[in-house]
């Protein structure tokens, strides 16, 4: 449910025919936000204590989130209007920063060097004082200059963790060396030489050395080197800046077809909360010149995912942004979420820099790719096969590339990584009994108790499309894990805890449109003994579909394609487990399959079922024939 938000223009559906949306509605949302975070600022305006529970970091660390995320839309907001500030929010953030680095003060934040989370606030504000440097930091007294970068200082020579966080560093270091600050060359070059072991391939980066893909690729690895490469006094080479400048553009026309028709952004990936964040990229290609994306897709775009939030609820009524997706929803808390942290949204309003001349607001609006028709598109490196279908205006990713986790590791699946399928409709359960027994879009063993295996650590076989269909393909040793952390709220990776080792497990996804046929075939089991005596006995496999909400009118469809005859289908109900719907339902198959046993199922997601035809399949002693609906064929070889 959308709520109002003051100062909203009406739409203009000739410039802007799909989301009606223009510069000046940008803007008003952006003020709209920043107005309504006052009444919960400190006496000295270097607090933004807001509403909702404390991350891990503490209160102190939460009050600094808040003022230095805001700082970035206000900078952003202000440094559009070149230094038009109506409501006088750079002359608050002045006051704030002068009381927040006061350390005889009672608002003094807590140092990059003594709270981690520090680090990336750190940045924020340094950020911010890029953007507006005429217009505020020009204008502060020596002494209060001084008082900033002291405590901005305390990033030199700190160690960060080898993910985007080493952006974070740079950023505040290059920040200091333009105002005569310390700064440490050494520091920079640690941190670009990370930043160039996380490149892979056609424009994606991973975020860390783990198989984690996901939106930091773009609001922050794509996002921050060439931000810095415009600011910095002594830049990169110019041959890096041309590979930054070519990485971001091939990752843009991947990024396009991640964008369901109703402006969400794929829901997979930690930090979803940041929500309109998901902008950053697309913004960043137009104010760079990077990206080559028609300017009217790129609004189309970017509008669409800012208005996708707003007409569901974020902002909330009070004008806050609360942890959640939509409206708020604690269950999407990570070990670092506060209540400020969703305000890294700001990032989403990049592209007010942009003069209301440029042609990303004066073009006129295009079709977004799943607007235009049904597209299939493999992306090698997170392993997924992306397929959009224009009748509901869904995107699905099939996933055979990507768990936050490295071959061969034994943990618990992350439901935001390690599911078989992800989409713009749809959220995986993020609470509940399927954090430690999978049960969505997975490929299971049971056990006596009904536990489901986990499929991190895989190894990722590829993703292929021969022009009748995709093909992605992984193969792992599923495992039970019993998990050390039995609480907590970070979803960024799987839990360690004792394993205990099933059936080697291979999955085939073949994807045409809305359809996956997906092949399972079962191997040996954990002891070389049963493989090699013939005794092997036989695994209770399970087969989890989407999960879908019922009042949407969606279909999630899992139906046995080929299987033992004892094989049964049924539906798991489920309560209050994602942002999208109180009720979640996930159909489901399940059969006994001893060593070399194959199942073949259709999983289906559609905006209704309306009783489409189904793809057959016969297995041959080499392989299985997919004969989808129209009668074309697949082969998968087995």
Known sequence: ???????????????????????????????????????????????????????????????????????????ILVAGERGHDPHGFLDRYRVGLVAGTDPNGPEYWPRPDRVAQAKV??????????????????????????????????????????????????????????????????????????????????GWLSDGQERSYDHYCGWALHFYPLAWAHFAQEGPEPALVDRWRSDLRRYLNDYVHLIGADGAPLFQGRSLTYRMAAAAPLWMGAWSGAGDLDPGLTRRAASGILRHFTDHGAPDADGLLTLGWHAAWPGMRQSYSGAGSPYWAAKGFFGLLLPAD?????????????????????????????????????????????????????????????????????????VGEGLDSPLDNS?????????????????????????????????????????????????GSGRRGTARPGPVLEVWSAVRGADEVRVVRVGHGPTSEEASSGTAPEWDVRVGGW???????????????????????????????????ATTEVPWARARLAPGGVLVCLVRLTGADTGQASPSVLLTGAGADITWPDGAVSEIDL
């Open 443 to 491: 490929v299971v063993v049971l056990d006596d108790r009904d536990r489901a295996t986990h499929r991190t650590g895989f190894t990722a076989l590829g993703v292929t499309d021969d022009g009748v269909a995709a093909v992605g393909r992984s193969r792992w040793r599923a495992h039970w894990i019993d998990p050390e952390d039995q609480d907590g709220h970070d979803h």
């Open 358 to 430: 440029h042609p990303v607001w004066t073009s006129p609006e295009r079709p977004l790719p799943v607007e235009e028709g049904d597209f299939r598109r493999t992306v090698v490196s997170p392993g997924w096969t992306v397929s959009g279908t224009a009748d509901d205006g869904v995107v699905r990713v099939f996933n055979h590339g990507t768990d936050h986790g490295t071959e061969g590791e034994a943990a618990t699946d992350s439901p935001l990584y390690a599911r078989l399928g992800y989409s713009t409709a749809t959220a995986p359960p993020l």
């Open 1 to 75: 449910m959308s709520t109002p938000i003051p100062g909203l223009p009406p739409e203009n559906r000739d410039l802007s025919p799909h989301t009606g949306w223009t510069r000046e509605h940008w803007t008003a949302v952006a003020a709209h936000l920043l107005l309504s975070v006052r009444p919960h600022t400190s006496p000295g305006h270097a607090r933004v204590e807001l509403p909702g529970p404390n991350s891990s970091y503490g209160p102190d660390s939460d009050a600094l989130e808040g003022f230095a995320r805001t700082f970035v839309l206000a900078a």
């Open 121 to 202: 606030e750190a940045a924020s504000i340094a950020f911010g004082l890029m953007l507006t440097r005429p217009w505020l930091w020009d204008r502060m007294a020596p002494e209060e200059q001084a008082r900033v970068v002291d405590w901005l200082g305390t990033v030199v020579g700190e160690s960060y963790p080898p993910i985007n966080w080493v952006w974070f560093q740079i950023v505040v270091e290059e920040f200091l060396r333009s105002v005569g600050g310390p700064w440490a060359p050494a520091d920079l070059a640690l941190g670009l030489a990370v930043h160039a072991s996380l490149r892979r391939e056609d």
């Open 547 to 581: 999960p879908t909400d019922p009042d949407t009118g969606r279909s999630s469809v899992v139906r046995v394609l080929s299987g033992p005859e004892t094989a049964e289908t049924g539906i798991e109900r489920l309560t209050d487990v994602t942002p999208l719907s």
